[in-house]
């Protein structure tokens, strides 16, 4: 029944290390995005992919990287995991992702402590 | 630079009252804005999208106004109950492939 779904829930781990988080939405949604949310709540766009192609690739380190095999999935990967990189990071998702009118659908977000 | 504003961090009202909330911007030049609601723990969810060339949308009770002259949305919320205590975030459409842009969110604390 959930609409748009991440793993893990909650990420722990040290600096440096290499994490994956991963999405997948049943919405049959063109569009998938992710986000960054900081201590402070303020939510950033950092990637969009439409129909397994990137659009939007906002200035994120290259330390991360997102891949989509499929327009259900949407995966995230950080290699190098910086104390900064702590955040709770979210997926969503959109029909077209083309168009202003388009009203995004978030999961339940991903909350990753970098020690 | 282009920057979103939300009036408050938080804003505590009692119940029953009419909750308003603002959210201006600069220096964008948005066809469509979006108001989002985010619970702790959770991922925001859509509330209302009003466009440029509309002055207000309502949703039960829930009153959006667009005034892009003075470049700025106020979300109302009447009749507030303690379930309607949340995150409010405003965003904006910039145009560029559904690209939103939010806000840095208001808190709300409605108490009996």
């Known amino acids: 029944d959930t609409a748009v779904s991440q793993t893990p829930k909650y990420l722990v781990t040290q600096m440096g290390n290499d994490k994956s988080i991963k999405c997948e939405q049943n919405?049959?949604?063109?569009?998938m995005y992710w986000y960054k949310q900081d201590s402070k709540k303020f939510l950033k766009i950092m990637f969009s992919?439409?129909?397994?192609?990137?659009?939007i690739n906002e200035t994120v380190p290259n330390r991360f990287s997102p891949k989509s095999p499929d327009k259900a999935h949407l995966n995230l990967h950080i290699n190098s995991l910086e104390l900064g990189d702590s955040a709770v990071y979210f997926c969503?998702?959109?029909?077209?992702?083309?168009?202003?009118?388009?009203?995004?659908?978030f999961g339940p977000g991903t909350r990753l402590t970098v020690l | 630079s282009q920057k979103i504003e939300q009036n408050s961090e938080a804003l505590n009202i009692q119940e029953g009252k009419t909750a308003t909330l603002t959210c201006n911007y600069t220096?964008?030049?948005?066809?469509?804005l979006q108001w989002y609601r985010q619970d702790p723990g959770r991922g925001p969810v859509f509330l209302l999208l009003?466009?440029?060339?509309?002055k207000e949308k309502r949703k039960e009770r829930l009153k959006v106004t667009f005034d892009t002259t003075l470049k700025q949305s106020l979300f109302h919320i009447t009749a507030s109950q303690p379930a309607d205590s949340a995150t409010y975030l405003c965003?904006?459409?910039?145009?560029?492939?559904?690209?939103?842009?939010f806000g840095t969110g208001t808190r709300l604390q409605v108490t009996l």
């Open positions: 965003a904006l459409s910039t145009g560029t492939a559904s690209k939103l842009t």
């Open positions: 992919y439409n129909n397994k192609e990137l659009i």
């Open positions: 220096n964008y030049s948005p066809a469509y």
């Open positions: 969503a998702s959109s029909q077209r992702g083309l168009a202003d009118t388009d009203t995004q659908y």
């Open positions: 009003i466009r440029e060339n509309e």
């Open positions: 919405l049959g949604h063109d569009t």
